[in-house]
Nanobody, 119 residues
Framework: QVQLVESGGGLVQPGGSLRLSCVAS????????MGWYRQAPGKQREMVAT???????SYSNSVKGRFTISRDNAENTVYLQMNSLKPEDTAVYYC?????????????WGQGTQVTVSS
């Protein structure tokens, strides 16, 4: 069981920045993929950004060029730097960790952190 604890959410004005952090209970270098997802009221959860163990990153089109995912293996932490925030970025942001083996793929989720972009 991987436990994930997010922090860094809050209220920010349009155009502002926030950095989310996700601390994992085990070495993230052993996990296949880490990522950030978000869920706005009345909408399905969607992928925001992911990073796999080899370093490859992926972003949704809606955040490409504004958000950056990074990882600190020594601190077992994944970050999401969010710049040029828009009201449509308002959502609960969830950290995700994925373990893969020959037999299975298992996803773990944090409790979520609220990000509100409003003037």
């Amino acid at each position: 069981q991987v436990q994930l604890v997010e922090s860094g959410g809050g209220l920010v004005q349009p155009g502002g920045s926030l950095r989310l952090s996700c601390v994992a209970s085990e070495r993230i270098s052993t996990l296949y993929r880490m990522g950030w997802y978000r869920q706005a009221p009345g909408k399905q959860r969607e992928m925001v950004a992911t990073t796999i163990a080899g370093g490859t990153t992926s972003y949704s089109n809606s955040v490409k060029g504004r958000f950056t995912i990074s990882r600190d293996n020594a601190e077992n932490t994944v970050y999401l730097q969010m710049n040029s925030l828009k009201p449509e970025d308002t959502a609960v942001y969830y950290c995700n960790a994925q373990k893969r083996s020959a037999a299975s793929t298992v996803n773990f989720w944090g409790q979520g952190t609220q990000v509100t972009v409003s003037s």
